[in-house]
């Protein structure tokens, strides 16, 4: 009994050391949030250039360009991929946040464009000819029509492909960042407890990640109850 | 204009179809139509399930690339690659079975947003309109309304003021009764009569047999992908000489 006192004791109290964890999940935090927005940035792109067709049905090569970053991203170990933009590609940067976002919404920019591909699926055909009868171009109804809807409806995964991407952040360490995951993994080097600090962490993690699903559930809920659908 | 340009504007020939095939594949659908609509005619399609009436009319404003032929809309070549085909399409009204009405705006957002976007109104300009043709249909009190909460009867006739609100110079109607239930069938088949009494140019794939007789200039009977008889409506109803034609009609007239 004593000693799981002292075990706590020793992860959280002595030296402040529960400011770290904090300190680490901000970053967490952080890292999560910009690579979020950055991946629905190049998502939303990278699925309308996917999807793009010319008049003859041919893809254009900035479509073929698409196709394969999506290809590869999904297709590639997600630490390959920070590995290579942290000691490769960014090598001469001394902003972990920075290269650590960019890596994640490169990745996540992947994934979401496949989501919003399926929202877009998802909507009416009729709603695309509806607007093309109209005179209205293609890009013109998928602005003002289609990709509202298909934002609509791939709205949860997208919530969900945030959480994922928040526990993925969990490898920043391996480039050495000081994240969540890696402020608990040195405390239990430095105390050789690894109990505590490891199940501090998970702790940590899975309230954050319950107190978003239920804010996102709710939000989910408010949209769907004004759906004008 | 004096009264023998007028007359000759009324017999322009307004649309022109030459020789219009389409394949699915190897779907061989159409098989050669010619046709020619004028101006204020309003034809009646019919023909059997699947003999390609939906996509003859999808041909006429590019909604289906024809494989082979020529479309002309006045003096424009529809389905020539050099035509601005979004030119074109705005004065091609389309009303669709199922409406199509846009989900994610209002009735009045559903009928000012190609006007607006296109730059051919101003957004006031556009409101006033569509105000004026929904009072006409009798729905203005649901210009903030959204689609999903009208009936079927009332989507539709929003639809053909969407259309309207274009000033175009043709409507082509896909069986625009057919997903409605029984009881707002006649409230959409009287906006369109009215339209064409308006003298509006008009082109309907409808099963509404009673309606062909009422409003059609003429009826064509689309069968193994040509047009197996064209007619005015009393000769084609009651004269008709197509074997597969009287054999459809007996089914569909019951
Ligand atoms: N987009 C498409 N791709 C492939 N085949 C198609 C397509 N649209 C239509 N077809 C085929 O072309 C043929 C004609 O179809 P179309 O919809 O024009 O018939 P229709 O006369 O309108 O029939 P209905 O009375 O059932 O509406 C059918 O065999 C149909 O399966
Ligand atoms: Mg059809």
Redesign the pocket.
């Known amino acids: 009994m004593n000693s799981i006192v002292e075990q706590f004791n020793r992860a959280f109290i002595v030296n402040n050391r529960w400011t770290l964890y904090f300190k680490g999940l901000g970053t967490t935090i952080e890292v999560a949030f910009f690579a979020a927005i950055l991946g629905i940035v190049i998502g939303t792109v990278a699925c309308l250039a996917n999807m793009a067709k010319r008049r003859n049905g041919k893809r254009p090569i900035f479509s073929w360009i698409a196709y394969a970053y999506i290809d590869v991203i999904r297709g590639t170990p997600t630490v390959i991929q920070l590995m290579i933009m942290w000691f490769v590609i960014m090598k001469n940067s001394t902003n972990g946040v920075l290269v650590a976002s960019l890596s994640f919404g490169l990745n996540s920019g992947a994934y979401v464009a496949e989501i919003i591909r399926g929202g877009i699926q998802a909507v009416d055909q009729g709603q695309m000819e509806a607007g093309r009868s109209l005179g209205l171009s293609r890009t013109q109804t998928m602005m003002y029509v289609v990709l509202p809807q298909a934002f609509k409806n791939a709205f949860p995964s997208l919530l969900n492909e945030f959480i994922t991407l928040l526990k993925e952040t969990a490898i920043v360490g391996y480039v050495g960042m000081s994240d969540l995951t890696r402020v608990a993994n040195q405390i239990s080097t430095k105390t050789y407890q690894p109990f505590m600090p490891l199940v501090g962490a998970a702790v940590i993690y899975f309230v954050v990640i319950k107190v978003l699903t239920i804010l996102f559930n709710k939000l989910e809920r408010k949209l769907r109850e004004s759906d004008n659908r | 204009m004096n009264t023998q340009n007028k007359a000759a504007d009324q017999d322009r020939v307004m649309i022109r179809v030459k020789n219009l095939t389409k394949y ?2 190897d ?1 061989h ?1 159409l098989r050669g139509i010619n046709y020619e609509i004028r101006k204020g005619q309003k034809i009646v399609l019919v ?10 009319l ?1 041909c006429l404003d590019m909604l ?1 690339v024809p494989t082979s032929g020529e479309v002309w809309l006045d003096d424009v070549q529809v389905n020539s690659p050099k035509t601005d085909i979004n030119k074109v399409r705005q004065k091609m009204g389309m009303v669709f ?1 199922h409406f199509n009405l846009f989900a994610n705006l209002t009735i009045m957002q559903n009928i000012t947003l190609a006007p607006v976007k296109l730059k051919l109104m101003s957004q006031e300009e556009a409101s006033e309109k569509a105000l004026k043709l929904l009072r006409r249909v009798n729905l203005e009190d649901k210009a903030d309304a959204y689609p999903h909460s009208l009936s079927g009867g009332q989507q539709q006739r929003i639809a053909i003021v969407r259309s309207l609100e274009m000033n175009p110079e043709v409507m082509l109607f ?2 625009p009764t057919s997903a409605l239930d029984p009881e707002m069938v006649g409230e959409v088949l009287q906006v369109m009569t009215e339209l064409a009494d308006e003298g509006m140019t008009m082109v309907c ?1 409808t099963h509404e047999m009673a309606f062909a007789r009422q409003v059609a200039s003429k009826v064509i009977f ?1 069968d193994e992908g040509v047009i197996k008889e064209e007619a005015e409506p009393e000769e084609f109803f009651t004269h008709p000489k197509d074997p597969r034609l009287r054999d459809f009609l007996s089914k569909v007239l019951k």
Do not use: L, Y
Not at chain 2, 47 to 56: A, D, L, M, R, V
């Open positions: 699915f594949d779907n659908v023909g059997p399930s699947g003999c390609g009436k939906s996509t003859f999808r289906e079975q896909d069986e794939v689309i």
